[in-house]
């Protein structure tokens, strides 16, 4: 009978173990409170004994924050948890109108890391920071391609009272849309009878006169082609996919225009 009494106890201590051991490698599954998600950490952080928030920063590469996404595009996305802890814990998804995983995230770094649940695909903590007051995670993620909609984005993060256990705790979350950068691969601008387009099938711009000069610019302002070839057409076959700004001066007088183009 005692010999029994002793198993019982090694037996519910272990699994008290396994759990927090679970919880500070993070819960797995879907726990950010996006649709076709298991809520959100609150299921079983709670009680709360201390207080925080959290947000999602979407930047581009050059560090400008953004609303709006162009399709096929680097960008970083940050998830900061802030209160009076110094243990830390999220998840966070990207999904469609369709309520289903969108964008590709890169390389996890240290201590998260991005596995697929259901229709999601989640980034989330494997290892809990430790810093106290505040915590921030950063990973690349490209958008998706041209087409895709409005995006929602969804995170949960556990500020933890750090007392070893799930009660205590608070859960802080957030989500925030970024709408899609107008696909159209021409847009006039400037409008005369110098007449330019993209060519999206063999990757030209291409145009109704000589082209006497072309300036392609990238959506961080940044010249990534220069063209003086006097020809009716400029390959740009070269260029990464995403969204592009045209400046194109023709063989006539005053014949200048700017278009927007698309590479997929």
């Known amino acids: 009978m005692k010999l029994r009494k002793i198993t019982i106890v090694t037996i519910s201590l272990s699994a008290f173990y396994l759990i927090l051991s679970s919880n500070s490698s993070g819960p797995g599954g879907n726990r950010t409170g996006s649709p076709g998600s298991s809520g959100n950490c609150s299921g ?16 581009d590469l050059n560090g400008n924050p953004i609303t709006t996404y162009i399709p096929n595009t680097k960008y970083n996305i940050t998830i900061n948890s802030s209160g009076n802890s110094s243990k830390y814990g999220f998840q966070f998804t ?23 649940s259901g229709q999601a695909q ?8 430790t810093t106290s007051q505040s915590a921030s995670w950063t990973i690349e993620w ?14 949960a993060s556990v500020i933890s009272n750090g007392n070893n256990s799930d009660n205590g705790d608070f859960v802080a979350t957030k989500n925030i849309k970024l709408t899609e950068s107008s696909t159209n691969n021409t847009v006039k601008i400037a409008v005369n009878d110098f007449k330019v387009y993209f060519d999206q099938n063999n990757s030209m711009i291409k145009a109704n006169q000589e082209l006497k000069r072309i300036l392609v610019w990238d959506y961080s302002g940044k010249l990534v082609k220069s063209s003086e070839e006097n020809n009716t057409h400029c390959s ?20 200048k225009t700017t278009i927007k183009i698309v590479i997929d």
């Not at 952080?45 to 959290?54: E, L, M, P, R």
């Not at 070269?238 to 023709?250: E, S």
């Open 94 to 116: 990207a999904m469609n109108s369709s309520n289903q995983k969108v964008g590709t995230f890169g390389t996890a770094p240290s201590k998260t890391s991005v596995y697929n």
């Open 122 to 129: 989640i980034w989330g903590h494997t290892s809990p920071a």
């Open 44 to 59: 079983c952080h709670s009680n709360a004994q201390v207080s925080g928030s959290v947000d999602i920063l979407v930047k």
């Open 236 to 255: 740009v076959n070269n260029l990464k996919p995403g969204a592009y700004i045209v400046n194109a001066w023709g063989s006539t007088s005053n014949s």
């Open 142 to 155: 490209t958008s998706p391609a041209a087409g895709t909609g409005e995006i929602s984005m969804y995170t």
